[in-house]
């Protein structure tokens, strides 16, 4: 009898292992291959699809619209994570109505989401303008990073 605390046990901690940030509804609409750098090569092609993607927030600005973030990506990783190993192929702009907490979202945060790309924007930057894809959020969560293992990240929101 005592083997059956023991597999329950097993198998509460596999399955924590198997969440994710980006909820399964979110997750089931995109096409993950697509990267940020088919995008911005052409961002027209892509318009309208839901993509998701992730990175580091480079910069966090409010407006009449909402809340808009530029983003530095990074390629997610198997566990949907963005990994920062990897140099990153650009930014982008992602856009949201909600008005996101600075404290939750500010230069330096990992963030993963899921929006669907609605153009391309010129950014000014000192030298001259940039242009980035832009991405309309549905789905936006930071990466908190508690501790590091040899099995990978262990975090929350």
Request: proline fraction near 4%.
């Amino acid at each position: 009898m005592r083997k059956k605390p023991c597999v329950l046990v097993i198998l509460v901690f596999l399955l924590s292992g198997c969440t994710h940030y980006i909820s399964s509804a979110s997750r089931s609409q995109v096409d993950k291959s697509v990267s940020l750098s088919q995008v911005e090569a052409s961002p027209d092609a892509y318009r309208g699809k839901p993509i998701m993607l992730g990175g580091t927030v480079a910069k966090l600005d409010y407006g009449q619209e909402g809340t808009r973030l530029e983003v530095t990506e990074h390629r997610l990783d198997r566990r949907e994570l963005p990994d920062e190993t990897i140099p990153s192929s650009g930014r982008f702009l992602a856009t949201t109505t909600r008005t996101l907490n600075s404290c939750n979202y500010k230069p330096g945060t990992l963030v993963v989401l899921v929006g669907t790309v609605v153009g391309q924007k010129e950014v000014a930057q000192q030298g001259g303008a940039s242009s980035y894809p832009v991405i309309a959020v549905t789905e936006i969560h930071n990466i908190v990073i508690k501790e590091e293992t040899h099995w990978g990240y262990y975090g929350g929101d």
